[in-house]
């Protein structure tokens, strides 16, 4: 839905410049969780979204850089990361963080996987 919206808008002013990749990620598991730590300049709260479902964690987020004047968005860089995670995490528990452009998002283990 937010990427047919996105196309829209660029087909409506084809001025603009899109770029899209995947942001760099370092991941590891502690005892008692995952935390993930993902790259994504530019990018604020509002951009960006993070979805679990059936056990698919997708980070979706972009940027807009404007013109000089500040009226036309000119360039949008799009990012976006999928990864499958276990059943021994819990996605309802989640917590994230985004600072500097980095992006550290933590899910602890379900307490029977303890």
């Known amino acids: 839905m937010k990427e047919q919206a996105i196309q829209q ?4 002013n084809p001025e603009i410049n899109e770029t899209y990749s995947s ?3 370092d991941i590891y598991e502690t005892e008692h969780q995952l935390v993930l730590m993902a790259d994504m300049p530019g990018v604020t709260a509002e951009q ?3 979805d679990v479902e059936k056990g698919l964690l997708t980070l979706d987020g972009w940027v807009e850089r404007h013109a ?3 009226e036309e968005t000119v360039q949008r860089h799009h990012y976006r990361r999928r990864f499958q995670i276990g059943r021994q995490f819990d996605p309802q528990q989640a917590a994230a963080t985004l600072e500097a452009g980095v992006l550290t998002l933590t899910l602890p283990r379900l307490q029977a996987s303890l």
């Open 48 to 50: 960006l979204t993070i």
């Open 68 to 70: 000089a004047d500040g």
């Open 9 to 12: 808008a660029a087909q409506q």
């Open 23 to 25: 942001p760099q990620v």
